[in-house]
């Protein structure tokens, strides 16, 4: 035996030994120095009571509980670990709570009505985008006053700079909460409102980003289908729901953009999206899309292709940075949601993990004393990890091992992850089909849900929030969801708090960096409200 075979045989060996020790015989010491970690951790926290001269919320569409923990375990898994003891970027930040997500009119909510909470502070209704619960899904006749400025609006208003950036048609529901008033968030277009026979003074989404929101720095995102007129071929092959008034809203924002002035990018590519000088561009507009952007695992990545969601947040940070006064950054990780509503697990674990590598970038070019950070998600799905599989079985498999006591009584055994409902319930008279015989971790497989749906529900218990920043501390409970709009607001000097903000903040109350300063000095600040 040569010595170079000896060698790699050793450490063979030794890889074996060390992965059976990590997964079997972690003993008291090993346990011991984790919780002493975090504890040190712990204890080095201080408040940061500075004014947040910036502010990104990242929302994960759908990215319930049970998500993220699975996303972490397949984050970890795909470095070669058992998963369970990994880390998303996030779950580093310092400050985490619950956001409580049903509307005036439902339990179990959807993106429009939960982002509008967020964006604007109040609970809407079912289905509505900008507007206040004084408005009835589908009804134009909704009164002026339920139109409420959005957090978004507010920071342009103090001379911030503002963007939206999104895996989704950029007039979907979670983007368009950040601009749009409108009682329908399906009405992403004029092709829509003839769709819906709607009449009165509604305005398309699209039509009142380009019209009436401007001034809004950076767009990137897809949906071009309602941008553009049918009589236009759009670059997508069978690109539908064209406008039907004929007006070409790309146009239309480039001539706005000329006549204020402005330096400014309209891009529908990787290549051109590479092109883009952030120290020469004032406002940027990425349409890259017919419809929704494409999964991260099938992504083009090609210069005909389309930017990742971490590209995105870079560019876009790099953009809005310039301006003295702060910014104001939305970012969804659209595709989770989507994917949970076919019940492919996979993607939805993949697109979680994409949104973090945007999180980590945000993260590294933002300082901690100045930008507040939120992450969380608008609502939850009816996704669960089941079963007792063994330490560091693979997330997307068979549960293994399934004792005698935990077999199912179908006597076929079953995937870690599972849904509620969705596509891939079991009809009536058919028998489930034994996961041991196909593909598991293939990017298209559907896991088994109990009940038979085209399309998954979301799910309706507390999502989390993640917060990292000036004020992150008060993100410490159970919250309920609109509360996230009032801690940006109150940080930033914003909007609904501005008043608040500006007394705390003429308190003279700075960052803290020995760990003197504790709650009980903020409690003295608000004695000063």
């Not at 494409?294 to 947040?313: A, C, F």
Request: glycine share 8%.
């Amino acid at each position: 035996m040569t010595t170079t075979v000896y060698i790699l045989l050793k450490l063979f060996t030794m890889t074996i030994l060390l992965k059976g020790f990590v997964l079997q015989r972690e003993d008291s010491t090993h346990w011991l120095r984790v919780a002493e970690e975090e504890l040190q951790s712990a204890l080095k926290q201080t408040v940061n009571t500075n004014k947040a001269k910036n502010v990104i919320l990242f929302v994960g569409d759908g990215m319930g509980l049970t998500t993220v923990t699975a996303a972490r375990i397949y984050k970890g898994q795909q470095g070669g670990q058992p998963g369970e003891e990994g880390i998303l970027e996030f779950e580093k930040f310092p400050h985490v709570g619950l956001s409580k997500t049903y509307l005036p009119n439902r339990q179990v909510a959807d993106s429009a009505a939960t982002a509008t909470a967020m964006l604007v502070g109040e609970k809407t209704n079912w289905y509505t985008l900008g507007v206040t619960g004084k408005a009835q899904f589908g009804d134009c006749n909704f009164p002026k006053e339920a139109e409420i400025d959005t957090i978004l609006q507010q920071s342009k208003m103090e001379g911030k700079s503002t963007g939206i950036v999104t895996t989704s048609r950029i007039t979907h529901a979670t983007p368009a909460a950040a601009y749009a008033k409108i009682p329908h968030r399906n009405w992403e277009s004029d092709a829509d409102l003839t769709k819906y026979n709607v009449s009165g003074r509604c305005r398309d989404i699209a039509q009142q980003l380009i019209y009436n929101n401007s001034e809004i720095d950076v767009l990137f995102g897809g949906g071009r289908r309602s941008f553009l007129p049918k009589t236009t071929k759009d670059t997508e092959k069978n690109s539908n729901n064209l406008r039907q008034d004929g007006k070409n809203l790309i146009r239309e924002w480039k001539v706005i953009m000329e006549d204020i002035g402005q330096r400014y990018k309209y891009v529908e590519n990787t290549e051109e999206f590479q092109s883009i000088d952030p120290s020469a561009t004032d406002k940027v507009l990425g349409l890259f899309e017919s419809s929704h952007m494409q999964y991260e695992h099938m992504r083009d990545k090609g210069p005909k292709g389309e930017p990742s969601l971490s590209e995105m947040t870079r560019k876009a940070i790099q953009i809005l940075q310039k301006n003295k006064k702060g910014f104001f950054l939305l970012v969804e990780g659209a595709r989770i949601d989507h994917a949970h509503h076919d019940n492919i697990a996979k993607r939805a674990l993949t697109e979680t993990i994409a949104m973090d590598k945007a999180v980590k970038v945000a993260a590294e070019m933002t300082k901690e004393e100045d930008t507040l950070i939120i992450v969380t998600a608008d609502h939850s799905h009816v996704f669960n990890i089941a079963g007792y599989p063994k330490r560091g079985n693979d997330i997307l498999g068979v549960v293994d091992p399934i004792s005698k006591d935990w077999y199912p009584t179908d006597n076929m055994p079953f995937t870690t992850l599972l849904y509620a409902n969705g596509p891939g319930g079991i009809m009536p008279n058919t028998t489930r089909h034994d996961p041991r015989n196909v593909n598991t971790t293939a990017d298209d497989y559907t896991q088994t849900s109990a009940v038979p749906f085209k399309s998954e529900t979301h799910g309706g218990e507390d999502v989390p929030i993640y917060a990292r920043g000036p004020w992150s501390h008060l993100i410490h409970g159970v919250h309920e969801q609109h509360y996230v709009y009032h801690v940006m607001s109150l940080a930033s000097c914003v909007g609904t708090q501005k008043t608040k903000c500006s007394k705390l903040i003429n308190a003279g109350q700075t960052y803290n960096t020995n760990g003197v300063t504790t709650l009980t000095l903020v409690a003295v600040l608000y004695s000063l409200l």
